[in-house]
């Protein structure tokens, strides 16, 4: 399907943070554009300001004079939104209220010729339900942006129930033309990017609850090990408690109460006590003069370790555990390959072994219960990295069991490998494990309820909210297996729905042993 020309003309409804972006965007591309808001002055600032930024990247030389005079000429103010009569795309950014929009597009409709597509920004409701009225509603489609819009490549192409498949493919194509990465979406709630991001959110504030670090430490974690841009406290500090509350409450009631979307009481707390982050100087960091992030807490150097091997039987962490083999030989470690390992056998295998203590890659268990199942006391866990060659930092969590000897050893063998270590107390599924596992457990869901396709969601992951990878690509390469067991065992720790494996996920598990497994070839 091909994008709409570029001589046809938008007509943007709304001159706010995501109204002016999509004007700016809009004219880069080339359109002519039309920019109406009911707030006195509100659309001839917004062009302004816009025009301002084009003479901005003009200086820094990330845009030719010429293009910046055209494209800031191409943008006008509509006194009335019957200015909006020679659109071929109208987009919405105006206030998020599902009457006010149905308003707008009625009134539109009355205006717009009848092959003119309707789009909506809405980030939280049902495109179905603002298309409801309309004469046509086959013509209304979402064109969900994010903030800040010139930056941000993702668009969400979102398909409520009466919209065309085609109207949906002319938005797609435009999408491209104007540079973005667009995904296809069902109406659904929370779309892509603000479902499949929840746990992102919920796991961290329950890590939090449940007393396994602080939040400095479990950033640090997020981001030096996790390979995320941001840590989820930082993250939502910035964006605010009281909109990232209310966006994971939404979810939550539009999923019937779903307990994988339960809202945290600690966030609530936050927003109870006006500490929404940033914007009021105080959230789980405070801000302004004198106030600086508190450091991540790190474990005090230990020895190298004398010893150090490695199981050859690992199963299911074999990926993982060549990756921290290699960085352990790159800095001259003698790793052992011993066959049979103490503890394999009868009991599971570690992935290493180091001065008495074995060590585990998270699967969702405690420590201490695996110290319990394999009899073996002096037990030690480590977390998922996103890439163990290049993280900086590596998660711990030690049994109850475990000698204070041996868990030093095993400190000493991590920070001689280089990495920084951060301990937190002996939760289930650790810190960037858990949070994948469930990012991955809400993509497959996604997927498997026909939202999107797997490709769209991992594209939406990072280009929606920087992850450093999709979900189900991050799935393909730690093994749909450890995936399911963490998620598994999660949820037999805490005894919640919350933790229900996605059916695509056992199915997916259930093809392994002839395909792989794998959501992507
Ligand atoms: P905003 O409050 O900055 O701007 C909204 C603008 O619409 C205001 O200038 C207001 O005067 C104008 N307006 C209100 N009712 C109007 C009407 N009936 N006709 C014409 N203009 C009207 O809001 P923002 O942040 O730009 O959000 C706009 C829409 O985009 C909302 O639906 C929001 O949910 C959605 N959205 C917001 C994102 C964000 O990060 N801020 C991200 C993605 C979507």
Same mark, same amino acid.
């Given at each position: 399907?091909?994008?709409?020309?570029?001589?046809?003309?938008? $007509?943007?409804?709304?001159?706010?943070?995501?109204?002016?972006?999509?004007?700016?965007?809009?004219?880069?591309?080339?359109?002519? +554009?039309?920019?109406?808001?009911?707030?006195?002055?509100?659309?001839?600032?917004?062009?302004?300001?816009?025009?301002?930024?084009?003479?901005?990247?003009?200086?820094?030389?990330?845009?030719?004079?010429?293009?910046?005079?055209?494209?800031?000429?191409?943008?006008?103010?509509?006194?009335?939104?019957?200015?909006?009569?020679?659109?071929?795309?109208?987009?919405?950014?105006?206030?998020?209220?599902?009457?006010?929009?149905? %308003?707008?597009?009625?009134?539109?409709?009355?205006? +717009?010729?009848?092959?003119?597509?309707?789009?909506?920004?809405?980030?939280?409701?049902?495109?179905?339900?603002? /298309?409801?009225?309309?004469?046509?509603?086959?013509?209304?489609?979402?064109?969900?942006?994010?903030?800040?819009?010139?930056?941000?490549?993702?668009?969400?192409?979102?398909?409520?129930?009466?919209? =065309?498949?085609?109207?949906? =493919?002319?938005?797609?194509?435009?999408?491209?033309?104007?540079?973005?990465?667009?995904?296809?979406?069902?109406?659904?709630?929370?779309?892509?990017?603000?479902?499949?991001?929840?746990?992102?959110y919920a796991e961290a504030l329950r890590l939090l609850s449940e007393q396994?670090?602080?939040? @400095?430490?479990?950033?640090?974690?997020?981001?030096?090990? /996790?390979?995320?841009?941001? %840590?989820?406290?930082?993250?939502m500090?910035?964006?605010?408690h009281?909109?990232n509350f209310s966006?994971t409450q939404?979810?939550h009631?539009?999923?019937?109460?779903?307990p994988?979307f339960t809202p945290s009481v600690l966030q609530q707390e936050m927003v109870n006590a006006?500490f929404?982050?940033?914007?009021?100087?105080?959230?789980f960091?405070?801000?302004?003069?004198?106030?600086?992030?508190?450091?991540?807490?790190?474990?005090?150097?230990?020895?190298?370790?004398?010893?150090?091997?490695?199981?050859?039987?690992?199963?299911?962490?074999?990926?993982?555990?060549?990756?921290?083999?290699?960085?352990?030989? @790159?800095?001259?470690?003698?790793?052992?390959?011993?066959?049979?390992?103490?503890?394999?056998?009868?009991?599971?295998?570690?992935?290493?072994?180091?001065?008495?203590?074995?060590?585990?890659?998270? =699967?969702?268990?405690?420590?201490?219960? *695996?110290?319990?199942?394999?009899?073996?006391?002096?037990?030690?866990?480590?977390?998922?990295?996103?890439?163990?060659?290049?993280?900086?930092?590596?998660?711990?969590?030690?049994?109850?069991?475990?000698?204070?000897?041996?868990?030093?050893?095993?400190?000493?063998?991590?920070?001689?490998?280089?990495?920084?270590?951060?301990?937190?107390?002996?939760?289930?599924?650790?810190?960037?494990?858990?949070?994948?596992?469930?990012?991955?457990?809400?993509?497959?869901? $996604?997927?498997?309820? %026909?939202?999107?396709?797997?490709?769209?969601?991992?594209?939406?992951?990072?280009?929606?909210?920087?992850?450093?990878?999709?979900?189900?690509?991050?799935?393909?390469?730690?093994?749909?297996?450890?995936?399911?067991?963490?998620?598994?065992?999660?949820?037999?720790?805490y005894?919640e729905?919350r933790?229900?494996?996605?059916?695509?996920?056992?199915?997916?598990?259930?093809?392994?042993?002839?395909?792989?497994? *794998?959501?992507?070839?």
């Amino acid at each position: 399907m091909a994008a709409l020309s570029s001589s046809s003309v938008v $007509a943007v409804i709304g001159s706010g943070a995501m109204g002016a972006g999509i004007a700016q965007t809009a004219a880069s591309a080339g359109h002519p +554009v039309v920019l109406f808001d009911t707030r006195e002055g509100a659309a001839a600032k917004a062009i302004a300001d816009i025009q301002k930024v084009y003479a901005r990247l003009v200086e820094k030389g990330r845009m030719a004079a010429i293009d910046a005079e055209a494209a800031g000429s191409r943008m006008r103010v509509a006194n009335s939104l019957a200015e909006a009569k020679e659109a071929a795309l109208v987009v919405e950014a105006i206030v998020e209220n599902l009457e006010v929009k149905r %308003g707008l597009f009625a009134d539109l409709e009355a205006i +717009v010729a009848d092959d003119c597509i309707l789009a909506t920004n809405t980030s939280s409701i049902s495109v179905t339900a603002i /298309g409801a009225r309309l004469r046509r509603p086959e013509r209304l489609v979402g064109m969900h942006f994010f903030n800040p819009v010139p930056l941000m490549a993702l668009v969400e192409v979102i398909s409520g129930l009466a919209t =065309d498949e085609k109207v949906a =493919d002319t938005v797609y194509a435009t999408a491209i033309a104007w540079g973005k990465s667009p995904v296809h979406a069902k109406s659904t709630p929370g779309f892509i990017v603000n479902r499949v991001a929840r746990p992102f959110y919920a796991e961290a504030l329950r890590l939090l609850s449940e007393q396994a670090a602080d939040a @400095a430490t479990l950033d640090a974690i997020m981001r030096d090990a /996790g390979g995320f841009r941001m %840590g989820p406290f930082e993250l939502m500090d910035l964006i605010g408690h009281d909109v990232n509350f209310s966006v994971t409450q939404s979810v939550h009631q539009a999923y019937f109460g779903d307990p994988r979307f339960t809202p945290s009481v600690l966030q609530q707390e936050m927003v109870n006590a006006g500490f929404f982050g940033r914007k009021s100087g105080r959230g789980f960091y405070q801000y302004g003069e004198g106030h600086s992030v508190p450091a991540a807490r790190s474990e005090q150097a230990q020895h190298k370790p004398s010893t150090v091997s490695v199981s050859s039987e690992p199963g299911v962490t074999h990926a993982v555990i060549n990756q921290v083999e290699a960085r352990l030989k @790159a800095i001259g470690f003698n790793v052992e390959h011993r066959k049979p390992l103490p503890g394999a056998g009868q009991h599971e295998a570690p992935a290493f072994h180091c001065h008495g203590a074995a060590i585990f890659l998270t =699967d969702g268990r405690t420590a201490t219960a *695996r110290a319990g199942a394999n009899h073996h006391a002096d037990t030690v866990l480590f977390d998922l990295a996103f890439d163990y060659a290049k993280a900086t930092r590596i998660c711990l969590a030690r049994a109850d069991q475990c000698s204070d000897s041996a868990y030093d050893a095993v400190v000493g063998l991590f920070q001689t490998a280089g990495f920084t270590v951060s301990r937190i107390d002996d939760v289930p599924g650790m810190v960037v494990m858990r949070t994948v596992a469930m990012l991955a457990n809400e993509a497959a869901d $996604a997927v498997n309820t %026909g939202v999107c396709s797997a490709a769209a969601v991992d594209v939406a992951m990072q280009k929606g909210v920087n992850y450093p990878r999709g979900p189900l690509a991050w799935t393909d390469a730690i093994g749909v297996a450890q995936v399911v067991a963490v998620l598994s065992n999660l949820a037999a720790s805490y005894g919640e729905d919350r933790y229900r494996v996605s059916p695509l996920l056992r199915r997916k598990l259930a093809a392994a042993a002839a395909n792989g497994g *794998r959501f992507h070839a």
